[in-house]
């Protein structure tokens, strides 16, 4: 996000998926970010990241997430350094168009303060994959790339 606040010249448009980091919020989304961060504060992991639905009907997937996430030897929690915030403003100054997608059962990046954000912005889409959790991108791919192709196909961008 602080490369197209900074440089949107350079880029077409903008996705953010399951995300807010780095991102100044407005007060409704930095309340619902607060009561989400204390209520996943015990949580695994996997109950961070994936979604109630993957994690009962999918336990394949849920072994394949916990190899993947094995190679991770840094953490949101463990970067050294902060992200640089970009502000609501930044990002509408750059004139680009943004989709904002989430899962519907995100713990991490709850839908409401996911579109209390998308709300600010002028030039952005929201959109909301149904029974995925953070890993929406993960948990339901094809939904979540019909979201995108949908989109892309809107702004006549190639793909």
Do not use: C
């Given at each position: 996000?602080?490369?197209?606040?900074?440089?949107?010249?350079?880029?077409?448009?903008?996705?953010?998926?399951?995300?807010?980091?780095?991102?100044?919020?407005?007060?409704?989304?930095?309340?619902?970010?607060?009561?989400?961060?204390?209520?996943?504060?015990?949580?695994?992991?996997?109950?961070?990241?994936?979604?109630?639905?993957?994690?009962?009907?999918?336990?394949?997937?849920?072994?394949?997430?916990?190899?993947i996430?094995?190679?991770?030897?840094?953490?949101?929690?463990?970067?050294?350094?902060?992200?640089?915030?970009?502000?609501?403003?930044?990002?509408?100054?750059?004139?680009?168009?943004?989709?904002?997608?989430?899962?519907?059962?995100?713990?991490?990046?709850?839908?409401?303060?996911?579109?209390?954000?998308?709300?600010?912005?002028?030039?952005?889409?929201?959109?909301?994959?149904?029974?995925?959790?953070?890993?929406?991108?993960?948990?339901?791919?094809?939904?979540?790339?019909?979201?995108?192709?949908?989109?892309?196909d809107?702004?006549?961008?190639?793909?």
């Amino acid at each position: 996000m602080a490369f197209a606040a900074e440089h949107g010249a350079r880029l077409r448009a903008l996705v953010v998926a399951d995300s807010l980091v780095g991102l100044e919020l407005p007060l409704a989304a930095r309340d619902r970010m607060d009561i989400a961060e204390r209520a996943t504060a015990a949580l695994s992991q996997v109950e961070r990241v994936l979604g109630a639905r993957a994690r009962r009907d999918h336990p394949e997937r849920v072994a394949l997430y916990q190899q993947i996430a094995s190679f991770n030897s840094v953490a949101l929690r463990t970067l050294k350094g902060a992200p640089r915030r970009v502000t609501l403003q930044g990002l509408e100054d750059s004139g680009l168009p943004i989709l904002f997608i989430v899962g519907q059962d995100d713990v991490l990046f709850p839908p409401q303060a996911v579109r209390a954000t998308h709300e600010q912005l002028t030039h952005s889409t929201y959109a909301e994959i149904e029974g995925a959790g953070h890993s929406a991108h993960f948990e339901k791919p094809d939904a979540f790339n019909q979201v995108l192709i949908d989109w892309l196909d809107r702004l006549a961008l190639p793909r």
